[in-house]
């Protein structure tokens, strides 16, 4: 039976990572801050999220993670210098990312794991439904998937969370879902979850992609949840218990996404990230698959 729930505003992105896979870049900038053309990583997905209509961010971060908090701050000497050359086009880019969303920040402390990340959250969202975003996926604008996940939430209740098919050897590198269909051919009824699988014990090649519209059930869940995976707090076992009793917090759903998705944690597709991104902007683009056509014929 179709219920009502109320309408999601809150979005918690977890930030709090070290970014190893991209030292020495990261020893000193934060990884979400590498840029993706010309926009750090975490620009596209606080855009993401204030496209879903949440429009209030909570970013869980670290130590040496500064520059994010100033990145989404007014910056008045550089906005003052701009005017003054009468660079009206560059000011409206240096003033979008202060402009974006109302950002709030809370330290993690120590690295614990994403579970621990997102427990962080629980002052900050209370008794509320609210959205997950990890800096490491982007989902591109035409595909969405946060504001069909956050559809899904309103219209079932409990949680939701985005899953993707990979090939059955890559499941062991991401947390794996059980499913039953339902009436939509894009939602499944998530009935269990895995971390990181072998192969031959996964229950489907149906991986978790980092997006998550959560029940604030959870927060409790996750406060008496141990160490598992990597001796940290992982949010795939306490999303188990979840899909194990609906009575807990609701029912658990899973949106199939089969649209373009960059993973920027991956070196050579944070790569292949800023080739196709680059190739399809219209300032970009021509000059640039032109010039990517002839590196390809030329010289490989």
């Known amino acids: 039976m179709t219920q009502s729930h109320t309408r999601i505003s809150k979005a918690v992105i977890p ?17 979400e801050m590498l840029p993706v053309v010309d926009k750090p990583a975490i620009q596209y997905v606080v855009e993401e999220a204030v496209g879903a209509g949440l429009t209030d961010v909570l970013m869980v971060t670290g130590r040496n993670k500064r520059p994010l908090e100033d990145h989404f701050d007014r910056n008045y000497e550089l906005e003052e210098a701009l005017r003054r050359k009468g660079d009206g086009d560059r000011l409206a880019k240096v003033q979008e990312s202060s402009d974006l969303a109302t950002m709030h920040y809370v330290r993690q402390g120590d690295p614990k794991g994403l579970g621990h990340a997102v427990l962080c959250a629980a002052p900050h969202v209370g008794d509320q439904p609210f959205a997950v975003l990890l800096g490491d996926d982007l989902i591109d604008p035409r595909d969405p998937l946060l504001s069909r996940m956050v559809d899904i939430q309103e219209r079932e209740g409990g949680s939701v969370i985005a899953l993707m098919e990979v090939d059955p050897a890559q499941i062991h590198m991401y947390g794996c879902a059980a499913v039953e269909p339902t009436g939509d051919d894009d939602v499944v009824r998530v009935t269990a979850l895995v971390e990181k699988p072998e192969p031959a014990d996964a229950p489907s090649n149906y991986a978790i992609i980092g997006r998550y519209v959560l029940d604030p059930a959870v927060f409790e869940i996750l406060r008496k949840t141990e160490p598992g995976r990597g001796g940290e707090i992982q949010i795939t076992d306490a999303l188990h218990k979840l899909a194990a009793d609906e009575k807990i917090g609701g029912p658990l759903h899973g949106v199939i996404f089969k649209g373009r998705r960059y993973d920027t944690g991956d070196r050579g597709d944070y790569l292949r990230a800023i080739v196709r991104l680059a190739c399809e902007r219209e300032d970009l683009g021509p000059d640039f698959r032109t010039w990517l056509r002839r590196y390809v014929t030329e010289e490989m």
Do not use: I, S
């Open 15 to 31: 930030a709090a990572g070290l970014g190893t896979r991209f030292l020495p870049a990261t020893k000193a900038t934060p990884k």
